[in-house]
């Protein structure tokens, strides 16, 4: 069973930056390892829908939403297994609980098709709360 758990979330004044981090574990079952899988952001803000804000793929395959693009960057560690959302220029409207998520991946498609949604992802983390203040 894959688990995903979040750190580093916090209170920020608009204009600051965050450093999420997620650890990634329980996928060398079936000698597995990281980079099998697509491992993204997203984040749900009060009364909204949850939306993808970055996700990676092996080799450094990134995929931003337009709305971080330029003021996020993901990254995945292969020897800590941890994947880190850095964010710069954040904005109130970045308030919102972030969760990491995972699943394997489904060759052929890059990092939007899960970031997006068509495909399902099927481990989540606990979330973690970012609040930008103003």
């Known amino acids: 069973e894959v688990q995903l758990v979040e750190s580093g979330g916090g209170l920020v004044q608009t204009g600051e930056s965050l450093k999420l981090s997620c650890a990634v574990s329980g996928f060398t079952f079936g000698h597995y390892i990281i980079g099998d899988y697509v491992i993204g952001w997203f984040r749900q803000a009060p009364g909204k829908e949850r939306e993808g804000v970055s996700c990676?793929?092996?080799?450094?395959?990134?995929f931003h939403a337009n709305s971080v693009k330029g003021r996020f960057t993901i990254s995945m560690d292969n020897a800590k297994n941890t994947v880190d959302l850095q964010m710069n220029s954040l904005k109130r409207e970045g308030t919102a609980v972030y969760y990491c998520a995972g699943r394997r991946k489904v060759v052929g498609y890059g990092p939007e098709y899960y970031c997006s949604g068509v495909y399902e992802m099927n481990y989540w983390g606990q979330g973690t709360q970012v609040t930008v203040s103003s």
């Open positions: 990676i793929t092996a080799f450094d395959n990134t």
